[in-house]
């Protein structure tokens, strides 16, 4: 360039600066991110810990929570979860299977369905609730119960749980329903001999994924499944969830903080697993998150 | 085939239920709606004189407000922390640091919200309570939103700049340009758009946020004043009262619940028709 | 103007290229041809240090610049790139305006005067041939220009930042026959004004533009340079049996 030594070394020496500013700024916003999400979790698992034991899981609660143990509330959970994924998977493998009828284009009935799937999937989970509470709860007289509670997060989990299957079913080479069609199949034979079977673990893992979902969530809890702490008798029963019940004891149990932070422990503990669960699944449908690239520039 | 036939019409007919409860969802909340709507029209939920639901004060502007900063506030947070976060795992990070780090934010968007809220109560709020106040007020709420919708803004803008092509980074550096000069004018340009609709994502995910902002803002209706006063999310407003609600107070709590949806859905159709005409052409 | 010697390229530590040696005099143009697969994109890649960015790419042995170790010659990439350009297979315009384009690494480089940078835009345009063409759009996207135009376009934009070495990977063979021979040319008259390295599938084509050639082969998966001396010299009486068959299209 025409410029003279000295300039350029002026140019360089900015250079080295914007770099040097800009490589800071970047590592200082990832390292804290990370940063905070170690606290987070170090200090649920410092004050938490502490108070987890086996008593702790199966014990009732006791004085609003401040004594005893949560286990009423974990049976509430798991029952809350099964009504959940008895009705959501079925019909998320069906509308799956609709939406991925025709690999080539999209169809207009599918781009609708997707469409509508999106809005629902960002519905508010609150909105959810009060949804539970007048459709499930009261005009269906469910009540507040464990049935209304895991009919509204079937509601909640159905958008992503579809949205995993039908990649689980795309991702299935097209080969395999060529060669099976051309041995003269049927399409309902094809789509549970060949495809369905081979998309299993990355089915799995969307149902896994959409359990950690449906167990994170509170709001569209308490309107429905309510939160009465005793083991429930039927699925018509109140019960609460892990979720509310951390909430409750935050917010409404003075000197309710310790148990609240044992049973956040037992939450994230239930999450963490379910997402390694899920990055094993996908590991076994050989659908990797794209995690290795990036690196250096 | 007749199996065939019935597999299509099952299949479909599970696909039309799955699409149609966005649209129960909808009419529920206008059936509930429906009598405050009548009784009040929407105009008194702006003029009413406060929020005194059972002297028949039903002044909404307030948690509007609230609800509109703290969002709003989350997004100014989480946007430059999460793009960053993306540029770290594409251009800055080793390559095995960039898997872990992308792992973590992907942890990061599992925690429950009624963690992030306990742990909002218990450690954040004391520290920000040095500022004044009892530290539930409208700035925690707003820092710990900002935390949880932070991975969404990461995890999109992420794969926007995975999906640029290498070319023109390789083409960029051949030209001599340093990394940050690339970092700014070839891949944030080259990938706004899926920047974008991550952080509109992370909108309407703060939007309708309850739990954390319930456990953190302090609860209390009044327009806010600073960002250390107290506030009270139109999300938090039905999670405390619509327990105890009765007739035309609970409508009213479903019309706030309407308007959230409304809000909501606008964004969430504006994203999905802007990403359609990406995708065709 | 620059030699190596002995330079490897690894990939995620399997070896693609080994004990390349070569010499580019000043203002020639070297032309390296081989068959696919035989690195000479890799050694291109490692002479302006692109191997940085690429992941798992690693290299070794010696390059040098005017006599100088590039390690020593340029305290950084970027000054290092500054000084060797790079023309790719396909055309790579920044999806931006086409003043956008020459603008951005001139800014880059400490150019900021308005005036300044329309002189050298219009300059290097000219020199590519395509001023006539564009001079009217400046502002237009670059991606709406033909693949030939666009690949001139990179060229006029390679050149704007004044480097002595350019380095081109196959620059013609993505263009259709009449802008491929428009590159063509124009590359030719930039003989004497810049040390081209070019990588080519055309026999005819590295024949007709360079002065000197180099051959790569690979052996048991790993490239090697079989052959290298004046161009018209190693088309006309090579002692090597594979090199004569490759020439003369027998092979590779
Ligand atoms: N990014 C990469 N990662 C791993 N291996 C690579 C990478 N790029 C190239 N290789 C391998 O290195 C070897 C040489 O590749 P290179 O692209 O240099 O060959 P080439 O001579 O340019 O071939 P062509 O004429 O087809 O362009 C090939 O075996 C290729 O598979
Ligand atoms: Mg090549």
Request: aromatic fraction near 6%; glycine fraction near 10%.
């Amino acid at each position: 360039m025409d410029s003279g030594p000295a300039t350029s070394r002026a140019i360089e020496v900015r250079h080295h600066w914007r770099e040097f500013c800009v490589a800071v700024a970047v590592w200082v916003a990832a390292t804290s991110v990370i940063c905070v999400l170690i606290w987070i979790l170090a200090d649920i698992a410092i004050r938490g810990l502490a108070e987890v034991n086996f008593g702790f899981l199966i014990e009732d609660v006791q004085d609003a929570g401040r004594v005893g143990g949560i286990g009423p509330i974990i049976l509430s959970t798991g029952l809350i979860l099964l009504v959940c994924l008895v009705v959501a998977v079925p019909l998320s493998f069906g509308t799956a299977i609709a939406l991925t009828e025709r690999l080539d284009k999209e169809s207009w009935f599918a781009r609708n369905v997707r469409r509508s799937l999106d809005v629902l999937a960002g519905v508010p989970s609150i909105v959810f609730g009060l949804f539970g509470n007048a459709f499930f709860a009261i005009a269906l007289g469910l009540g507040y119960s464990i049935l209304s509670g895991g009919l509204t997060l079937a509601c909640m989990v159905l958008p992503i749980l579809i949205r995993t299957s039908e990649q689980a079913i795309r991702a299935v080479p097209a080969e395999y329903r060529y060669a099976a069609a051309a041995l003269g199949m049927k399409r309902t034979t094809i789509l549970f001999r060949v495809v369905l079977p081979v998309a299993m673990p990355a089915l799995a893992a969307g149902v896994v994924l959409s359990i950690g979902r449906a167990l994170a969530e509170t709001a569209a809890l308490i309107f429905t499944s309510g939160y009465v702490a005793r083991t429930p008798e039927s699925l018509l029963d109140s019960g609460r969830s892990l979720s509310v019940h951390i909430y409750d004891l935050a917010m409404n149990v003075p000197g309710g903080g310790s148990k609240a932070y044992a049973t956040a422990c037992v939450l994230v503990v239930l999450l963490l697993a379910i997402n390694a669960a899920t990055a094993l699944l996908l590991r076994l449908a050989g659908l990797h998150n794209r995690s290795t690239t990036g690196g250096s520039l | 085939m007749r199996s065939d036939q019935s597999l299509t019409i099952i299949t479909r007919a599970l696909a039309v239920i799955s699409a149609a409860i966005v649209l129960l969802i909808v009419l529920f909340l206008l059936r509930e709606s429906t009598p405050a709507l009548r009784q009040l029209g929407w105009s008194r939920f702006f003029t009413d004189a406060s929020w005194h639901p059972l002297s028949g004060q039903f002044n909404l502007t307030p948690m509007i407000v609230a609800t509109l900063v703290t969002s709003s506030g989350a997004i100014v947070i989480a946007a430059p922390l999460g793009i960053g976060s993306a540029v770290f795992v594409n251009f800055y990070a080793p390559r095995r640091l960039a898997a872990w780090h992308r792992r973590l934010i992907e942890l990061l968007a599992g925690i429950p919200s009624v963690v992030f809220g306990l742990w909002g109560l218990v450690v954040l709020a004391p520290i920000i309570a040095t500022f004044g106040g009892s530290g539930q007020n409208l700035l925690t709420a707003t820092i710990v939103l900002g935390l949880m919708v932070l991975p969404t803004v990461a995890l999109l803008s992420d794969t926007a700049i995975a999906a640029l092509p290498r070319e023109w980074i390789q083409g960029a550096a051949a030209l001599g340009m340093g990394r940050s000069a690339i970092v700014g004018w070839i891949v944030l340009p080259g990938a706004r758009r899926g920047i974008g609709g991550g952080i509109i994502l992370a909108l309407t995910r703060a939007l309708g946020e309850t739990m954390a902002v319930l456990m953190l803002a302090g609860n209390i209706v009044e327009m806010p004043s600073s960002l250390l006063s107290p506030g009270r999310t139109l999300n938090a407003n039905i999670a405390l009262e619509l327990g105890y609600a009765s007739a035309g107070h609970r409508s009213v709590l479903f019309v706030s619940g309407l308007m959230l949806m409304l809000v909501v859905s606008v964004i969430v159709l504006f994203v999905s028709r802007r990403e359609g005409t990406r995708r065709d052409g | 103007m620059i030699t190596t010697e002995n330079l490897c390229v690894s990939y995620n530590g399997r070896t693609v290229l080994r004990d390349a040696t070569i010499e580019a005099k000043p203002g020639s143009i070297l032309g390296l041809v081989g068959p696919s697969g035989c690195g000479k994109s890799s050694f291109l890649a490692a002479l302006n240090r692109l191997t940085e960015i690429i992941p798992g790419a690693s290299v070794s042995g010696r390059i040098q610049f005017d006599g100088q170790d590039i390690d020593t010659a340029f305290p950084s990439s970027v000054e290092l790139r500054r000084h060797i350009g790079m023309i790719f297979q396909k055309p790579n315009p920044f999806a931006m305006s086409i003043r956008r384009n020459l603008e951005l690494p001139l800014r880059e480089h400490g150019i900021h005067d308005r005036q300044h940078l329309g002189q050298i835009c219009e300059s290097v345009l000219r020199d590519v041939g395509l001023w006539d063409e564009v001079s009217t759009r400046l502002d237009q996207s670059a991606l709406n220009l033909s693949g030939g135009q666009q690949q001139r376009l990179c060229i006029a934009r390679a050149i704007a930042i004044k480097p002595q070495v350019l380095l081109m990977d196959e620059p013609c063979s993505s263009l259709d026959p009449m802008s491929a021979e428009r590159v063509e040319q124009l590359i030719d008259s930039m003989r004497g004004q810049y040390t081209i390295l070019i990588v080519t599938h055309n026999l005819a084509q590295a024949r007709r533009l360079s002065d000197q050639i180099t051959i790569f082969w690979t052996e048991d998966g790993v490239g090697r340079i079989i052959e290298q001396g004046d161009t018209e010299t190693v088309f006309n009486e090579t002692s090597n049996a594979i090199v004569d068959s490759y020439l003369t299209g027998r092979k590779g």
